[in-house]
C-alpha cells in the first residue's frame, strides 16, 4: 500500500472512531493530509470504498493480534483484547463495529456484509476464547459461551461510549466488573 493511501486509511479510521461514517467527508481526509479530493478519490473511488479498506485493516489487525496471543492462557488473551479497548479508551475513541452499527443501514451492501464479517469474526474468536478458557477452568460462568461472548463485546463497546461522557474510569470499572463476573 503506498504511503499516501495507508495515511488516508489511518486518517478515515480515526475519524470513523471519533465522528461516525457519515459525520466526515473527503475534505476532513484531504485536508489534514495537504493532498487533493481527487487524491483522495484516487485511491478509494467512493466513501464506502475507504470503509471497506478500513474494516479490512481491522480485521487483519485482529488476525494478527489473535495469532500472537493463541500463545497465551485464555485468561491472558482475555486481557489482550481488553487491552485493544482501554487503548481506545485512553484515545477518546470508540471500538470500530461500535461505531459503525449505528450507521449500519446507511452503509452499501458491500460494506454491510463487511462489518457483518467483522462482527462475526470478533464474536467467534471471543466465543473460542470463553470455550476454551471455561474448558481449561480459568473461566467460571453460567450460560452458553457465544451469549457470554455477546455480553462481553457489548458491554466493552457501551464502556467506550460511557467513558467518552462519564470519563475512563467508566471503561475502568466496567472491564473490571467483566472480568470479576468470568471468574478470570
Given amino acids: 500500500m503506498s504511503e499516501t493511501k495507508e495515511k488516508i486509511v489511518s486518517l478515515a479510521d480515526k475519524l470513523i472512531r471519533e465522528k461516525g461514517f457519515n459525520a466526515f467527508s473527503y475534505k ?5 493530509l495537504q493532498v487533493k479530493n481527487a487524491a483522495v478519490h484516487y485511491h478509494f473511488p467512493t466513501k464506502m470504498d ?3 479498506e478500513v474494516v479490512e ?3 487483519r489487525l485482529l488476525s494478527l493480534n489473535a495469532e500472537k496471543w493463541k500463545k497465551l492462557p485464555e485468561d491472558g488473551q482475555l486481557l489482550k483484547f481488553f487491552g485493544v479497548f482501554r ?3 485512553n ?3 470508540v471500538c470500530l463495529m461500535g461505531s459503525l452499527a449505528p450507521d449500519y443501514e446507511t452503509l452499501s451492501p458491500a460494506m ?11 464474536v467467534e474468536w471471543m466465543t473460542s476464547c470463553l470455550e476454551q478458557g471455561r474448558k481449561h477452568k480459568r473461566f467460571h460462568f453460567k450460560g452458553s459461551a457465544g451469549d457470554r461472548a455477546l455480553l462481553v463485546i ?5 464502556s467506550l461510549l460511557l467513558s467518552r461522557v462519564l470519563g475512563p474510569s467508566a ?4 472491564s473490571r466488573q467483566l472480568l470479576e463476573d468470568l471468574g478470570a
Fill in 50 to 52: 475507504l470503509g471497506i
Fill in 91 to 93: 484515545n477518546g475513541n
Fill in 154 to 158: 457489548s458491554n466493552l463497546q457501551s
Fill in 171 to 174: 471503561f475502568t470499572r466496567i
Fill in 28 to 32: 476532513d481526509i484531504s485536508e489534514p
Fill in 87 to 89: 487503548k481506545h479508551c
Fill in 57 to 59: 485493516q481491522e480485521l
Fill in 112 to 122: 454491510r456484509e463487511k462489518v457483518h464479517e467483522m462482527a462475526s469474526v470478533i
